[in-house]
């Protein structure tokens, strides 16, 4: 997999419904879905969730192969994990082999914890994807807001999730320019055993320390000459209102995770 083909932190500008879509919205939406997965029990329940997901993904007008692009960096994962829920389920045995075993429960609780961690990652994505970092600290950050009372660090908070996801795309590049400029120097990194391996990546990760380093004091410095003192006396760009629109999606992500609720209830 090239480090290229990674879009996590990524923004597409769009004029779609779920670009136009209040930040906040957006984010009650995935943390509300969120949940709604996990209450997921059977089949119907999440045919539902993945129906409306892909139908949210059609709107944004994203391309799908974009969302599978942000999908590669989970495959390991989600093949280990389908894996150990599929052989080290109890369960009506369909085929053993020692201490491996294949049972009827475990093939589908496999296929139900891949398509859950799937949706997981592909509801983040469409939540980055369709917002830019600034609307999505404004969001959080109001959203948050009531925790100010109790003297948490709402903004700084804010502020830190959104130079990291901003920053993400821009260390992927810096790591594959290094990872290019090594290999033509001679540099392997495919192989010998696994020590040999971590050893060869010395070369990559001193030069990106050090260039995330240098290009965190360069953010400083610029943040200090433009006088930012944190959220004392600072005021946004551009004012966040809910329209109709907004709060319809609230609701609607809202009934969706009753209507799973009650499917759980039901056993579907």
Known sequence: ??????????????????HRLDPRAKIIFTVV?????FLCKALVSYGLALVVLLLLIAISRVQPKVFLKGM???????????LLNLFYTSGTVLWSFGILKITEEGIWKAGFMVLRILMLIACTLLLT?????????????RLLRPLKKVRFPVHELSMMM??????????????DKIISAQKARGADFDSGNLMQKAKALIPILIPLFLSSFRRAEELAIAMECRCYHGDE???????????GRDWGFVVFSVL?????VVLRCFGL
């Open 129 to 141: 994807y369709t917002t830019s970092p600034i609307l999505l600290t404004d969001g959080l950050e």
């Open 33 to 37: 879905y969120i949940v709604a997965i």
């Open 72 to 82: 590669k960096p989970v495959i390991f994962i989600v093949i280990c994990t389908a």
């Open 256 to 260: 969706l995770c009753a209507a799973i």
């Open 162 to 175: 959104s130079i990291a996801l901003r920053f993400i795309p821009t260390l992927i590049q810096e790591t």
């Open 1 to 18: 997999m090239a480090l290229k083909d990674i879009t996590l932190g990524q923004y597409f500008p769009g004029h779609s419904f779920i």
């Open 233 to 243: 006396g600072r005021t946004s760009l551009r004012q966040l209102t809910m329209h």
